[in-house]
């Protein structure tokens, strides 16, 4: 059972690479997930830039960044596709930006510095996940009272600088995973995440009305690591 943030116990900064280092290799995030779910994570030097047409057409006139990074995560999403035996299919985006996934597959992808990461698994094994990767640094002074609920705020006084950015990342992973289920805007005040640092793992409940007008209380968990100046999380919400 997840503890409480008030009693979290965390460790030293120091001991992971600095968030400018140079990244050799893409740390392995399959371990932040469950069984069926596939992952990749490649460094920019490994990035593709090709794109089918739909996507070319859809992308526009963009900066290179922005250009380099829906490339890598499509690319990186249609691999997954075949690897779970389904076609490679042009992978469009929403409203929200986000990923249009294909009938009965549910994903995610996200990108940080040098890094791009891509989850996605059949819905037949998990109803819904998420996935997030920031680059390990203290989260912004001038966004806490935005992103953490106050009780977080409280539990985190004496925290490492880099554990605020951990529930930011967190929180982002969350709102990748429950708009497959809510189809609207999740608030950082609307979760609130319980940590357990020794296990590296977290449960979150997030109240929220969904696209329809219900009013919903969504229990996630999921995984975290810190790698390569990196943090990685996942989050994940099963149908049982």
Known sequence: ?????????????????????I?????????LFPDGVLT?????????EELLPLEE?????????????????RNCARRLMVALHGDPVPLLTG??????????MVGSISHADEICAVALARTDDVASLGVDVEVLESLDDAVTDLV?????????????????????S??????????HQVRSFIDFQQCEVRLNMREQSFTSLIGCTSH????????????WMVEAGHIFTSAVYSKD
């Open 212 to 223: 329809l007008g219900e009013q919903l209380q969504i229990r996630t968990e999921g995984r």
């Open 1 to 21: 059972m997840a503890q409480g943030l008030a009693s979290i116990a965390t460790v030293g900064e120091g001991m992971f690479l600095p968030a400018n280092s």
């Open 148 to 168: 953490l609920t106050p009780a977080e705020q409280v539990a985190t006084r004496n925290a490492d600088g880099w554990v605020r950015k951990l529930i930011f």
């Open 40 to 48: 990749a994570c490649e460094v920019r030097e490994n990035w593709s």
């Open 23 to 31: 990244i050799a290799s893409a740390p392995d995030i399959s371990g």
């Open 170 to 179: 967190i929180k982002e992973s969350n709102y990748k995973c429950c708009y």
């Open 95 to 104: 409203d929200y930006r986000q990923p249009m996934w294909p009938q009965g």
């Open 57 to 73: 057409k859809q992308l526009g006139d963009v900066c290179d960044k922005r250009r380099a990074e829906f490339s890598a995560g």
